[in-house]
């Protein structure tokens, strides 16, 4: 695996992680009941799901090109028209007003703020199987899967879950502005038509290259 690869994937997870989705929500919705407390403990959670789909997703994909070589072409043109799919619909997203934001709460109750922060992070993500699907359907648009060792997985997942968390980190840090721009609708649309064209980018960059 070229590291030039793993550069532009972790630019398109790095856009992807822009585009405020329902880890966003949960995460604003814990920050602003919880803080800090609330915060780091989800992203905790959320990195765990992240690593562990995005690891099965490169070694299934992997398993499946190593046995029918032929397929990587249609996989890269798979890839693309999916980032072209997310760029319509974050093209076309409506904004929200953040009164709408709830807070997610467990029906088991935890004595520990942190601890229920975290579980809520792993479940965020692991109660959704379309996460797998979602990584196998960018992955081949990026890496020559047929060529993949283990350490090369390794290290997909790992940049699959890292960039994610640090850019949650980064979300709880500046909350306070960020809930300001949440609470704009245009400011809302100005970053999803961004976010749009840059992932339109991606796409055309992953069909050329």
């Known amino acids: 695996m070229a590291i030039t690869e793993l550069y532009f994937y972790a630019f398109a997870m790095f856009i992807l992680f822009l585009t405020p989705g329902p880890v966003w929500i949960v995460l604003l919705a814990r920050i602003f009941s919880n803080g800090w407390a609330g915060g780091f403990p989800l992203a905790l959670g959320v990195i765990i799901a992240d690593f562990t789909w995005s690891f099965l997703a490169v070694i299934s994909i992997a398993s499946v090109t190593e046995a029918i070589p032929s397929i990587t072409e249609i996989l890269k043109i798979v890839a693309?028209?999916?980032?072209?799919?997310?760029?319509?619909?974050?093209?076309?997203?409506?904004?929200?007003?953040?009164?709408?934001?709830?807070?997610?709460?467990?029906?088991?109750?935890?004595?520990?703020?942190?601890?229920?922060?975290?579980?809520?992070?792993?479940?965020?993500?692991?109660?959704?199987?379309?996460?797998?699907?979602?990584?196998?359907?960018?992955?081949?648009?990026?890496?020559a899967l047929d060529q993949i060792t283990n350490n090369d997985a390794l290290l997909i997942a790992s940049t699959s879950a890292l960039i994610p968390f640090f850019g949650n980190i980064g979300l709880i840090a500046l909350v306070s502005p960020v809930r300001k721009l949440m609470k704009s609708r245009s400011a809302q649309k100005k970053l999803n038509r961004i976010s749009s064209v840059l992932l339109f980018l991606v796409a055309i960059m992953i069909i050329v290259f």
Do not use: C, H, Q, R
Not at 112 to 137: C, D, M, Q, R, W
């Open 80 to 143: 693309a028209g999916f980032f072209l799919f997310l760029s319509y619909k974050l093209w076309k997203k409506d904004t929200y007003k953040v009164k709408d934001i709830k807070n997610t709460k467990l029906k088991i109750k935890y004595n520990s703020v942190y601890l229920e922060s975290f579980i809520t992070g792993l479940l965020v993500n692991f109660s959704n199987p379309k996460a797998i699907l979602f990584y196998i359907s960018i992955m081949p648009g990026f890496f």
